[in-house]
């Protein structure tokens, strides 16, 4: 007997078995992977994997009413389908379409084509796409999971230098959250915040994705919800100068006329 992911989406070849996933079943977690869907958390995953082994890993999904928020969960279903990984949470952080103050959550704000970091409101040197504080919201989720699991690590998939310079991806912010998790958790706890790509070129994690068979295939970058990548907003535009860089085709989907662009 086999399973297939709820959505029924899964290519044939990441099907597991009743008894795969018996022998993969264990009683603990050893790290959370904080997995949006898109590359760099999907190479977080397979590190993850690469250091604790099968069924010592648990992934979180964050869902915030962001454009392509359908699209990204089933990014993350298929991913962890694709590491048969048994302890997934995914949660709903509904407010910050409320809150706003970005183009990935507000639709007043137009998410900007083929213009790298657009400057963000009142002419900030931070992208109109960053989400306000968004990843210490992500991290305080990771770390109740960890401790309530026992889990000693959470791995993120913030990228510092290469990417869109968003200020809650630089190695400073997860040093200081590192400290607040000390000071507030329960003596005992012992939780690793596990930055695998932060220093890392964005092609420097493709080739690293590819190394560990990591299935770059099922990832999502694309900040708009649609079925075909977009090509031209920040995050595609980031994704195709890196496999480019990388010499490596990018296994997804883009509209025809996305790849004709990056080319240029
Ligand atoms: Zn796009």
């Not at 604790?52 to 915030?64: C, F, I, K, P, W």
Request: charge should be negative; proline fraction near 5%.
């Amino acid at each position: 007997m086999t399973f297939t992911s709820p959505q029924g989406l899964l290519p044939s070849n990441v099907e597991w078995t009743r008894a795969q996933r018996e022998e993969i079943a264990v009683e603990t977690v050893d790290a959370i992977v904080l997995l949006s869907g898109g590359m760099d958390s999907c190479v977080c995953t397979a590190e993850a994997h690469h250091t604790h082994g099968r069924g010592r890993v648990g992934l979180l999904h964050a869902s915030y009413r962001q454009r392509a928020e359908a699209r990204e969960r089933r990014a993350f279903s298929e991913i962890a389908e694709f590491y048969g990984v048994r302890e997934t949470l995914i949660v709903k952080l509904d407010y910050f379409r409320a809150i706003g103050g970005s183009a990935l959550t507000d639709a007043n704000i137009a998410v900007p084509e083929n213009e790298l970091g657009a400057p963000g409101p009142g002419g900030s040197a931070i992208p109109v796409t960053y989400v306000p504080f968004r990843n210490a919201h992500f991290l305080s989720v990771a770390v109740s999971w960890a401790e309530a699991t026992g889990a000693a690590a959470i791995y993120i998939g913030a990228v510092a230098e290469d990417s869109s310079g968003y200020p809650d991806c630089r190695p400073e912010y997860y040093q200081a959250f590192q400290e607040l998790i000390r000071r507030g958790t329960r003596p005992e706890t012992k939780i690793e915040i596990v930055t695998p790509v932060i220093r890392l070129k964005k092609s420097e994690i493709i080739r690293r994705g590819v190394e560990l068979g990591a299935p770059l295939q099922l990832t999502w970058s694309c900040y708009q919800g649609e079925e075909l990548a977009c090509g031209s907003c920040d995050s595609c535009v980031l994704r195709l100068r890196a496999f480019a860089e990388a010499g490596v085709r990018d296994p997804i989907a883009y509209r025809p006329e996305a790849r004709a662009g990056a080319a240029k």
